[in-house]
């Protein structure tokens, strides 16, 4: 059983995805901590992904349990925002429909589209798309927010803008987990941090102690080359 | 006489017979299209986002029902519909129903084939957004039809060019009956039969217009449509 302590929002025990023959994750555990901001690692195919999207329930489990908050109470960005081909503001409206309309100018505010809600949303720029997925997810308050490497491609300005609405989120009590390969924002951002490899959990730690020093060699060498 | 003249002069003066003619054909290939895009989008759209059983069964079914001669679509419907058929007692062979009712069996397929490969295209993108949101299954289907209507004006072009220039099945169910049943297409094959060549070719000219008005059509709403999405 897995031990509902009320500071864990979200715990996974022996968590196992298999998929066409081979293991995705293999028996991860983990606890994340209610409030806090979790940084996933791990080289390409490592499973980061999969971790993420097995967690919010966007893949199906071979294995283990999952225990978190409800489905309506957590959301997630993609890397590459998935947006609908109408107006910002219309999709804003189809990802939180029960937003009123004084909200959505906040929130379009925060992000700094206030220009841009009457934008076709695949014109907007890159860094654009993102605030708008990203305000779109934080618009119904969720208490658990996955984050797939939600800057990789943007340039600094945008990466910066993201960041400081991610933190902004953080310090209103929002729990984050997030992949990134931008080890400077790793450290900026993260309190604790997730190491995965081949679809193991290697290592579950402090940030501050997992960039001083790894326990595993091969989290050392991911970090020396990030 | 010139089938270019005598096309046009039976236009302008506004042939009594050639008007009925080219409104019954317009009247029953648009219910023929617009029934085959309510009922094969939403199928389209299913079959797209949801495994079930028989589902390949249909995608099978569809596609073959693709390339299915017309007569042989009018033979079927003609068995069902005959007197003796099972569903003779409607009493609508030989009339605008019937017509209707071949066109509509032979652009569903169409509808529901393009349908889908345009769904499937949006819906791969959309999945993990609609799985993130627990967006139920009828809302799904509307997201996706509302999300391609600039790409289902193209299959709606495709479902009434194939309506409108459909000749074999509607002969059959429809017998080609002056001033009841006769269409563009059963015309010209009449007035080909008959020799008249040049009456034939005005109202091939005339059938000709007909699809471009038509295509012009499309295109404009097309252009306002993503005009709408652009402003949107």
Redesign the interface.
Same mark, same amino acid.
């Given at each position: 059983m897995i031990d509902k302590k009320i500071n864990f929002i979200i715990q996974a025990k022996d968590l196992t995805v298999f998929r066409n023959g081979k293991t995705l994750l293999d028996r991860v555990n983990l606890d994340i901590e209610r409030g806090s901001l979790t940084m996933l690692l791990g080289h390409n195919g490592a499973g980061k992904s999969v971790l993420l *999207?097995t967690l919010?329930?966007?893949l199906a489990k071979t294995d283990g349990q999952i225990n978190g908050p409800p489905? $309506?109470r957590q $959301? !997630?960005v993609?890397q590459k925002p !998935?947006l609908? *081909? *109408?107006?910002a503001r $219309?999709h804003f409206h189809?990802?939180c429909p029960g937003c009123p309309d004084t909200d959505t100018e906040a929130w379009f505010a925060h992000a700094g589209l206030q220009a841009q809600m009457?934008t076709?949303a695949h014109?907007l720029s890159g860094g654009e798309q993102q605030k708008l997925a990203l305000i779109g997810a934080l618009a119904s308050q969720p208490s658990l927010l996955f984050l797939d490497e939600p800057t990789s491609h943007l340039d600094y300005e945008s990466t910066t803008a993201i960041e400081q609405m991610i933190h902004d989120a953080h310090a209103n009590g929002t729990t984050i987990i997030m992949t990134s390969h931008n080890r400077a924002q790793a450290e900026r951002l993260a309190q604790q941090v997730l190491f995965i490899h081949a679809g193991q959990l290697l290592e579950s730690r402090a940030a501050a102690d997992f960039f001083d020093k790894p326990t595993e060699p091969i989290a050392d060498n991911f970090l020396n080359h990030l | 006489m010139d089938p270019l003249k005598l096309a046009f002069g039976m236009l302008l003066a506004l042939d009594p017979e050639l008007m009925s003619i080219i409104s019954l054909s317009l009247v029953v290939s648009f219910t023929a299209v617009g029934a085959a895009l309510v009922i094969g989008l939403p199928i389209g759209a299913l079959l797209s986002s949801y495994r079930f059983p028989g589902r390949w069964a249909i995608i099978t079914v569809s596609n073959t029902f693709l390339g299915m001669p017309p007569v042989v679509v009018g033979l079927f419907i003609y068995v069902l519909i005959s007197r003796a058929g099972p569903f003779g007692w409607l009493g609508i062979l030989y009339t605008s129903y019937a017509m209707m009712l071949a066109q509509f069996v032979l652009v569903l397929p169409i509808s529901i084939a393009l349908s889908r490969q345009v769904f499937e295209t949006l819906n791969n993108e959309y999945t993990p957004l609609f799985l993130s949101l627990r967006t139920n299954k009828v809302n799904r289907v509307l997201v996706l039809i509302s999300e391609s209507r600039i790409a289902l004006i193209t299959i709606a072009l495709a479902c009434f060019g194939r309506a409108i220039s459909e000749v074999g099945a509607v002969m059959i169910v429809g017998g080609n009956i002056r001033h009841s049943t006769r269409v563009m297409t059963t015309a010209i094959g009449l007035e080909t039969s008959r020799g008249e060549l040049a009456k034939a070719l005005a109202l091939g000219v005339v059938l000709l217009a007909i699809a471009l008005s038509v295509n012009i059509a499309s295109q404009m709403i097309r252009s306002k449509l993503e005009r709408n999405i652009i402003n949107d």
């Open positions: *999207r919010h329930g966007l489905a $309506k $959301k !997630i993609f !998935i609908l *081909r *109408r107006s $219309k189809f990802v009457d076709h014109q | -």
